[in-house]
T-cell receptor, first 118, second 112 residues
Framework: NAGVTQTPKFQVLKTGQSMTLQCAQD?????MSWYRQDPGMGLRLIHY???????DQGEVPNGYNVSRSTTEDFPLRLLSAAPSQTSVYFC?????????????????FGPGTRLTVL | RKEVEQDPGPFNVPEGATVAFNCTYS??????FFWYRQDCRKEPKLLMS???SGNEDGRFTAQLNRASQYISLLIRDSKLSDSATYLC?????????????FGTGTRLTIIP
């Protein structure tokens, strides 16, 4: 069981470039999420998915696209990179908590992607 | 005011000491509470859930005070391996979707 995997681990982009951050999980979890973590800001939700074919926006979705064609994969696309998108990006997968939705005690994070936009 | 607030620290504590830190939340509709641990340049991992009656896991004790809207984490007999950043997480239903709000974390360094 690899858990949640993310590629690449590090990436440097120039302003205006596009790229896709990959995320995969092998735990058959329904829910997957993308977060960004910035100093002094805590983890913030970008987009999430409650199942294949279903995605929704989180707190900071602008500049990012997602799709979920399979249970296992949840790629995050940066459409036109900006320096403000320099951050550490974490993908997470989870199974339903007691209340049926995403819960912090059923969530597993990937190792992260460190992105720098010049 | 931030939804979830933590003292960023750093807390520098000698090995073997007891350390405690709090996390305050602003939304009284918050339903469940957790502590995560994040090692330097690693992903966050669940440390423990925080139950209304409080709970203990070895050297770690978590408490919830709904009246004053804060949760606390107490670490007894601290070890060098406890050095990490501790994130407070608050979970509440938001129009049918669970919403997780993360604190910015409290950095703890255990000194030999």
């Amino acid at each position: 069981n690899a858990g949640v995997t993310q590629t690449p681990k590090f990436q440097v982009l120039k302003t205006g470039q596009s790229m896709t951050l990959q995320c995969a999980q092998d735990m058959n979890h329904e829910y997957m999420s993308w977060y960004r973590q910035d100093p002094g800001m805590g983890l913030r939700l970008i987009h999430y998915s409650v199942g294949a074919g279903i995605t929704d926006q989180g707190e900071v979705p602008n500049g990012y696209n997602v799709s979920r064609s399979t249970t296992e994969d949840f790629p995050l696309r940066l459409l036109s990179a900006a320096p403000s998108q320099t951050s550490v990006y974490f993908c997470a997968s989870s199974y339903p908590g007691l209340a049926g939705g995403i819960s912090a005690d059923t969530q597993y994070f990937g190792p992260g992607t460190r992105l720098t936009v010049l | 005011r931030k939804e979830v607030e933590q003292d960023p620290g750093p807390f520098n504590v000698p090995e073997g000491a007891t350390v405690a830190f709090n996390c305050t939340y602003s939304n009284s509709a918050s339903q469940s509470f957790f502590w995560y641990r994040q090692d330097c340049r690693k992903e966050p991992k669940l440390l423990m859930s925080v139950y209304s009656s409080g709970n203990e896991d070895g050297r770690f004790t978590a408490q919830l005070n709904r009246a004053s809207q804060y949760i606390s984490l107490l670490i007894r007999d601290s070890k060098l391996s406890d050095s990490a950043t501790y994130l407070c997480v608050v979970n509440k239903a938001d129009f049918g979707n669970e919403k997780l709000t993360f604190g910015t974390g409290t950095r703890l360094t255990i000194i030999p």
